[in-house]
């Protein structure tokens, strides 16, 4: 995928990410765990947080459901 800036902290690259439970694929900014469902959106603002897509895991706990993929 295309290198693209995270709009919400500009610490870092948004990268594509894969959920080990589902096989689900994400986008999200590991900086601010700013996340995307698709990639057309990710230059647009997002309402969605890791925490609050992957809500039955726990913060310790869901770094290691989800693997990056790019
Ligand atoms: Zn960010």
Redesign the pocket.
Known sequence: MKKVA???????W?HMYRRKDTGALFFM??????LWLEEGAIEDPTELYLSEYMTQYDAASVWDVIEQVT
């Open positions: 995270c709009p919400h902290c500009g610490q870092d948004v900014c590991p900086e601010c765990e700013s």
